[in-house]
């Protein structure tokens, strides 16, 4: 195959994917378990289903020796086609949790194409009593049936990527690699859409030298297929009253991650990653920290002030997203940003101490919005909880005040308190705070050698050495020699409050109201709304003109509210309005920078012939700073994107599958602009 030929597959449109249709046959012990009426086939057997996946799957792979044996320090990777009720992967979890080192780690990766409801999912696991625990944590982060990649963490150890759409579409986005397969879905003669050669040729790329698989078919098309695409496989006992099944392994997979037209996005290959340095305490650092932190890496979290004292200090933060009319990749970065942000919280801070998702109207206050909106429902069928379109009068229903808007309604979107999240994340185990401002990097963990991890000097002359430094200093990321090409707008943002008078009776949003500013339901009697949006503005004094602005704003998108605020007795006047002001940054795309530092002098050099015509690619992969990271360019909506970047991050340092598409990582590449400017031509060489 050409390199040209082996480049992903677009992605496919953001949409909700047809659900399963099941019916629930019994059998002659009266027990009942699921079945696909669209594929007339059975998801697990229905006599000894545990039994069957244990036989296929987990025996004949070798999991529990190859559990047992496992040193990591990366997650074994389990890749499986078809997840449907979750059994077998829910098996693998417990033989893991059986057979590997306490300290060890798994990593699931599972695709669907019909995903069940969370009620047929429950229904279909209360087969196995012994499941209970991990069918609910299974269960309570379930996604909403979206195309993409949904992250779930199951516990401390054990992480599941769901990848919602095609086998072979989705595991030809997959960025990772896998140990062992489960070849699973319905048989080839009920469902020959799914086994196809392009499912063996994407299972060979994501494949690490060595990965096992196992399969309840012989079909020829399977065979035939796994042949062509490089495996080696063998007949086997199958389990019951089946004769046969395959197992086999590939020793030499094909290159993994080719980028033939885009090869400065080529990771860099991981190296050790025992003591990292995040440098910055706000949203993106104190994320990048805790994701490594859960991963057992140690890490020094480096901030000049304390956590959450920047732009991620506010006491109320909307976690929300704009996406646009039209479907793009930044978009699908945000949507995914925004439900990883939620199920995350989740698993956080189960009883939503600093976080609600009580949902978030974002209306359409004027005619322009309006089409605008328009537009994106008629381009996007999600699914309901997780964008609608909705009136002005159920707008009003769902925000408990009155609206005259119409708008778009994230059911699941809501405000967190970045303040009160950032410390809580600076205090995870295994991350050490350190009061203190890097003024400088330099590559050698001994100053001087260059030879392996960084020497960071502070201000006051101290050094630290790490193996790997995180960036995530917002405005400032920029400000040191290796990350000086990337650029960074700083925009200055004021938010308003006012504190209630208590004992009285005063109108109480149910939902966050975005309009042009936005404003949370009140907590602990505080009204925030804002915020002003200053682009090169790094002024941090208070101003009365962006209270009157923030209140203009409000008064705009919610009339009735502000009028009852007043009636009641509330004091709106700028003079008496209290509020914060913080500078955030963005990219010229508004995308964030998530990922490895590229080494701009030599892109240029590299890439210079790009200048010249555009389809010139050369054959070189990226250069980048070993072991240097970013996360920054957040804007005002780090709440939805940075967890998920910090999980981009440390699912690269520590060699592991990604949490997004290769396409989206592609997208939220630190190194875009510097390629964008040299087919410009602006590059400065
Ligand atoms: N592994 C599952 C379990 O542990 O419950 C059972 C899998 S069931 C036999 C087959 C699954 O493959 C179904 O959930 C079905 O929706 C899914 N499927 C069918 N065609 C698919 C395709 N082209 N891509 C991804 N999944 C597909």
Not at 84 to 90: A, S
Not at 342 to 366: I, K, M
Not at 568 to 589: F, K, T
Not at 595 to 618: F, H, M, N, Q, T
Request: with cysteine; glycine share 8%.
């Amino acid at each position: 195959m050409s390199a040209a030929d082996d480049r992903p597959a677009p992605l496919p449109p953001l949409a909700a994917l047809d659900v399963a249709h099941l019916d629930w046959p019994r059998d002659d012990t009266n027990s009942e378990a699921p079945h696909s009426s669209a594929f007339d086939d059975v998801y697990f057997s229905r006599h000894d289903g545990r039994a069957e996946t244990e036989h296929v799957f987990i025996n004949a792979n070798r999991l529990p020796e190859r559990f047992a044996a496992w040193q990591g320090p990366r997650p074994f990777v389990i890749g499986e086609t078809g997840f449907g009720t979750g059994l077998n992967m829910l098996c693998a979890w417990a033989a893991f949790e059986r057979h590997a080192p306490a300290t060890a780690r798994l990593h699931l990766v599972s695709t669907e194409r019909f995903p069940m409801s969370r009620d047929d999912l429950e229904r279909a696991l209360a087969a196995w009593p012994d499941f209970h625990d991990k069918a609910g944590r299974l269960a309570a982060q379930w996604p909403a049936p979206l195309a993409g990649v949904h992250r779930l963490h199951l516990s401390a150890r054990v992480t599941l990527d769901l990848h919602f759409g095609d086998s072979a579409e989705r595991l030809g986005q997959l960025d990772g690699r896998v140990d062992a397969w489960f070849l699973d879905g319905f048989a080839p003669s009920k469902n020959p859409d799914m086994w196809q050669p392009a499912l063996f040729t994407a299972m060979a790329r994501a494949s690490r030298p060595g990965a096992t698989l196992a399969t309840f078919t012989c079909a020829g098309v399977v065979k035939r297929g796994l042949t062509a695409a490089g495996f080696a496989w063998r007949k086997v006992p199958g389990h019951g009253r089946k004769r046969e099944m395959l197992a086999g392994e590939i020793d030499a997979p094909p290159h993994h991650d080719p980028r033939p037209n885009t090869p400065w996005f080529t990771p860099p290959s991981a190296q050790p990653a025992r003591h990292v340095a995040v440098i910055g305490a706000g949203l993106a650092g104190t994320t990048v920290a805790e994701a490594l932190a859960r991963r057992g890496v140690a890490v020094t979290l480096i901030e000049r002030e304390a956590p959450g004292a920047g732009g991620s200090g506010n006491r109320q933060g909307a976690l929300y997203v704009k996406l646009a009319a039209e479907t793009n990749a930044q978009s699908r970065v945000y949507l995914s940003g925004l439900l990883y942000s939620r199920r995350w919280l989740t698993t956080l801070d189960p009883e939503r101490t600093f976080w609600d998702d009580c949902g978030v109207l974002q209306l359409a206050t004027n005619e322009r919005e309006a089409k605008r909106q328009a537009r994106f429902l008629a381009n996007h069928t999600l699914p309901e909880d997780v964008v609608a379109g909705v009136d002005a009068e159920a707008a009003s229903a769902r925000a408990g005040v009155a609206i005259d808007s119409p708008g778009l309604d994230y059911a699941g979107a809501g405000w967190v308190r970045p303040d009160l999240l950032c410390a809580r994340l600076a205090a995870t185990p295994g991350i050490t705070l350190h009061r203190g401002e890097v003024s400088e990097i330099t590559p050698g963990a001994r100053p001087a050698t260059h030879e392996g991890g960084w020497t960071l000097t502070l201000k006051d002359d101290e050094t630290i050495v790490a193996d790997q430094v995180v960036v995530a200093t917002a405005a400032l990321a920029n400000r040191f020699a290796q990350t000086a090409a990337l650029p960074l707008q700083p925009i200055r943002g004021q938010v308003s409050a006012v504190r209630l008078p208590k004992g009285i009776d005063l109108p109480r949003l149910s939902r966050v109201i975005c309009a042009g500013g936005y404003v949370p339901p009140a907590t602990d009697g505080i009204l925030s709304f804002g915020a002003t949006f200053a682009p090169h503005d790094t002024d941090t004094a208070l101003r009365e003109a962006d209270h009157a602005a923030n209140l203009a704003e409000l008064e705009a998108s919610l009339p009735h509210f502000t009028a009852a605020l007043r009636k009641a007795g509330v004091d709106l006047a700028p003079e008496q309005l209290d509020g914060r002001v913080a500078v955030r940054a963005a990219s010229p795309d508004k995308t964030p920078y998530a990922g490895p530092v590229p080494d701009a002098a030599r892109w240029r050099e590299d890439y210079s012939a790009l200048a010249k015509d555009s389809r010139r690619i050369p054959d070189t992969p990226g250069s980048h700073h070993p072991g240097l990271w970013i996360s920054a360019a957040h804007g005002s909506r780090g709440l939805a994107s940075a967890p998920l970047c910090a999980e981009v991050i440390a699912s690269r340092i520590c060699d592991e599958p990604l949490p997004v598409e290769r396409t989206l990582a592609d997208h939220l590449h630190p190194g875009r602009r510097l390629i964008s400017e040299l087919i410009k031509g602006q590059s400065k060489a």
